[in-house]
C-alpha cells in the first residue's frame, strides 16, 4: 500500500473521530447526518453496544433512559451513508470488530437491510452478529408484522420518520440534488402517490416539517404515530 494511500484512509479516520460526539445529546438536540456519536461507560465484558444508524439516536437514547438500560452502550454510525449504502457493511464491520477488541460480547446492530442489497446481512452472518428485523426502519419502528399487513396499500408511498422529517432538507432534498435539479423531482418521486409521515413523538413542528415535505414532493400525506416499534422490543430484551 503506498504511503499516500495510507496517509488518506488516516486523513479520513480522524476526521471521523473529530466529528465523533462522546457525550449525550442535548435535550431536544439531534444528531446531525454526517456525524457519529458514541456513548459508553465502563467498556466490555457484561454490557451490551447496540451499533446503529444515526437516524436513531435520539430514539435510542430516550428508550435507554426509559428502560433503565444502564448497561447498554450506543455507537451510531454516520445517517447520510443512507444516500450511500455501500459504507454500511464495512462501517458496522470494523465496528463490530473495534467492540470485540473492547471485550464486549453482546453487540445488537439497530439497521434493516437499508439498501445495501444484502451486503449488510452477509458481514453479519460472518460476524455471528444480529440486526433489527425487516429491510428498512420504517418497517422496524411501524413493528413488522404491522407494516408487512399495509405493504400493498402502502405500494406507493415514500416514508418520513422523526429524523428524516427534521433532516429533510440535508438528507432528501439537497442530498438528492432536487434543490440543484427540480427537474429531477418526477424521476425520484414520479410513482410515489402519497407521503406518510411515521411518527416517533407528538411534535406539532415535526408534524407541520412532514406536511411540508409533501407539499414540496407533490404527493399526498398521511401521518401515522407508531412510536419505536421493534427497535423498543429489542432494546427491552438487552435492558
Given at each position: 500500500?503506498?504511503?499516500?494511500?495510507?496517509?488518506?484512509?488516516?486523513?479520513?479516520?480522524?476526521?471521523?473521530?473529530?466529528?465523533?460526539?462522546?457525550?449525550?445529546?442535548?435535550?431536544?438536540?439531534?444528531?446531525?447526518?454526517?456525524?457519529?456519536?458514541?456513548?459508553?461507560?465502563?467498556?466490555?465484558?457484561?454490557?451490551?453496544?447496540?451499533?446503529?444508524?444515526?437516524a436513531?439516536?435520539?430514539?435510542?437514547?430516550?428508550?435507554?433512559?426509559?428502560?433503565?438500560?444502564?448497561?447498554?452502550?450506543?455507537?451510531?454510525?454516520?445517517?447520510?451513508?443512507?444516500?450511500?449504502?455501500?459504507?454500511?457493511?464495512?462501517?458496522?464491520?470494523?465496528?463490530?470488530?473495534?467492540?470485540?477488541?473492547?471485550?464486549?460480547?453482546?453487540?445488537?446492530?439497530?439497521?434493516?437491510?437499508?439498501?445495501?442489497?444484502?451486503?449488510?446481512?452477509?458481514?453479519?452472518?460472518e460476524?455471528?452478529?444480529?440486526?433489527?428485523?425487516?429491510?428498512?426502519?420504517?418497517?422496524?419502528?411501524?413493528?413488522?408484522?404491522?407494516?408487512?399487513?399495509?405493504?400493498?396499500?402502502?405500494?406507493?408511498?415514500?416514508?418520513?420518520?422523526?429524523?428524516l422529517?427534521?433532516?429533510f432538507?440535508?438528507?432528501?432534498?439537497?442530498?438528492?440534488?432536487?434543490?440543484?435539479?427540480?427537474?429531477?423531482?418526477?424521476?425520484?418521486?414520479?410513482?410515489y402517490?402519497k407521503?406518510?409521515?411515521?411518527?416517533?413523538?407528538?411534535?406539532?413542528?415535526?408534524?407541520?416539517?412532514?406536511?411540508e415535505?409533501?407539499?414540496?414532493?407533490?404527493?399526498?400525506?398521511?401521518?401515522?404515530?407508531?412510536?419505536?416499534?421493534?427497535?423498543?422490543?429489542?432494546?427491552?430484551?438487552?435492558?
Open positions: 500500500m503506498s504511503a499516500r494511500r495510507r496517509g488518506g484512509r488516516a486523513a479520513k479516520r480522524a476526521e471521523r473521530a473529530a466529528r465523533a460526539r462522546r457525550h449525550a445529546l442535548p435535550p431536544g438536540g439531534d444528531l446531525s447526518p454526517a456525524d457519529e456519536l458514541a456513548i459508553t461507560s465502563d467498556k466490555g465484558a457484561g454490557r451490551t453496544l447496540v451499533i446503529a444508524c444515526g436513531l439516536a435520539k430514539e435510542i437514547i430516550h428508550l435507554k433512559a426509559q428502560l433503565g438500560a444502564d448497561r447498554l452502550d450506543l455507537h451510531c454510525l454516520p445517517a447520510e451513508w443512507h444516500n450511500t449504502p455501500r459504507h454500511i457493511p464495512a462501517g458496522v464491520r470494523a465496528r463490530i470488530r473495534q467492540a470485540r477488541a473492547e471485550g464486549y460480547e453482546n453487540i445488537l446492530v439497530a439497521y434493516g437491510d437499508c439498501g445495501t442489497g444484502g451486503g449488510l446481512d452477509a458481514v453479519l452472518a460476524e455471528g452478529i444480529e440486526r433489527l428485523p425487516g429491510a428498512h426502519c420504517y418497517a422496524f419502528l411501524s413493528g413488522l408484522e404491522a407494516f408487512e399487513k399495509r405493504l400493498e396499500a402502502d405500494a406507493r408511498s415514500y416514508f418520513l420518520t422523526d429524523y422529517a427534521r433532516h432538507d440535508t438528507l432528501i432534498w439537497k442530498g438528492m440534488m432536487l434543490d440543484r435539479h427540480p427537474e429531477l423531482l418526477g424521476d425520484y418521486f414520479g410513482n402517490e407521503l406518510v409521515y411515521l411518527a416517533q413523538s407528538d411534535d406539532p413542528a415535526l408534524l407541520q416539517k412532514a406536511r415535505a409533501a407539499q414540496r414532493l407533490k404527493l399526498a400525506f398521511e401521518h401515522r404515530r407508531v412510536g419505536y416499534g421493534d427497535l423498543e422490543t429489542a432494546l427491552r430484551q438487552r435492558a
